[in-house]
């Protein structure tokens, strides 16, 4: 078991190792980079700075060779890939993620300046998820065949069929003061007077603010985790271990609860492990509707904008949660299932 798992915090070098790199590649040979759209912009404004003049004479749009050559320098292209993708690795174990093109600040003040967002739609579709849908699928179980069961199944799995930022835009409409009730604000992450307001009026404007993006954010995640408890339940209310238990005259909330559940959130509480990963959580179209500045729209607009530094940056950071998320997932499965051997 312990050489199992020295093998896997092994195998996250290389794994990690191959991820940056094919990232670092793709973003280095994609057309339209940092330095196209810095010749764009200068052709643009000569463009205008000719067009305002009326009868001015033509103006001569190449850049000069020795312009080229000091933007290449700062963007570092006047190296090969494989100099640079060694020089931004080593910045990397130095824990040096590099400057913003965009914004020229430090990659990580403008991750970290993105945190919040993301760690209160994880944290909160985290716990929603269990503290819901685990419930759910066990009555589901309990009562299959019943018009619960029938009925639940077609709210959950109506709602896994509606994308979340559609879900989100009929919310605003309805609840957002568009053409019905004006009970939920129409965007952002926090009420413009925040700083002024006391711990319990934070409190409820946080939550009056969010309400409808968790709400968006966790609508698709129901079903999974619904129809995965309840199958598992069903399936260990099949066993011999279950019918014994019958037998020997326990009640049926004892069997189900204390005997069947226990096994079947084995294959549940594995998901544990990807808890650290919620850190980066996020999705650009929700966060677009909602105008709501997270993580999943900071890494689409850093992928549109050519802003390769923090584009990397998010790469490494989620990639190292994702692997050591693998890992501690399989800890926990050992855990709570003490059958599992691994080799």
């Not at 094919?22 to 759209?37: C, D, S, T, Y």
């Not at 077609?154 to 919310?171: C, D, H, K, N």
């Not at 934070?202 to 709400?215: E, N």
């Not at 689409?300 to 790469?315: E, F, H, N």
Request: net charge positive; aromatic share 14%.
């Amino acid at each position: 078991m312990t050489a199992y798992f020295i093998r896997r915090f092994l195998l996250v070098i290389p794994t990690f190792l191959g991820i940056t790199l094919a990232v670092f590649l793709i973003m280095q040979f994609v057309p339209g980079g940092p330095i196209e759209r810095q010749i764009m912009s200068y052709q643009m404004a000569l463009a205008q700075e000719g067009g305002a003049g009326g009868n001015a004479l033509r103006l001569d749009s190449n850049i000069p060779e020795a312009a080229m050559e000091e933007m290449k320098r700062y963007y570092g292209f006047d190296k090969p890939v494989h100099i640079r993708y060694a020089q931004w690795l080593w910045n990397v174990l130095q824990l040096n993620l590099g400057r913003s093109y965009i914004y020229q600040e430090p990659v990580w003040d403008v991750i970290k300046s993105r945190f919040p967002v993301s760690i209160f739609l994880g944290l909160t579709g985290f716990l929603l998820s269990y503290l819901v849908c685990v419930p759910l699928g066990v009555f589901k179980a309990i009562r299959h065949g019943s018009r619960f069961d029938f009925t639940s199944s077609f709210i959950v799995f109506l709602g896994y069929s509606i994308p979340g930022w559609a879900l989100g835009t009929a919310l605003l409409v309805v609840l957002g003061g568009g053409s019905f009730w004006d009970l939920f604000p129409l965007g952002g992450f926090r009420p413009i007077q925040w700083e002024f307001l006391n711990f319990g009026q934070k409190i409820v404007a946080q939550l009056h603010h969010m309400f409808l993006p968790v709400v968006c954010y966790m609508i698709g995640s129901f079903a999974t985790l619904t129809i995965l408890t309840k199958n598992s339940l069903m399936e260990n209310l099949g066993q011999d271990y279950v019918r014994t238990a019958f037998a020997k005259g326990l009640s049926e909330r004892r069997v189900i609860f204390l005997h069947a559940l226990r096994n079947s959130l084995i294959p549940i509480v594995t998901g544990l492990g990807h808890f650290f990963s919620l850190i980066l959580a996020g999705s650009f179209l929700i966060e677009k509707v909602f105008n709501i500045d997270g993580m999943g729209y900071l890494g689409y607009t850093s992928i549109l904008q050519r802003d390769y530094p923090v584009a990397l940056g998010i790469v490494v950071i989620s990639s190292l949660l994702m692997l050591m998320g693998n890992i501690i997932s399989d800890i926990i499965y050992v855990l709570v299932d003490p059958r599992i051997r691994f080799r």
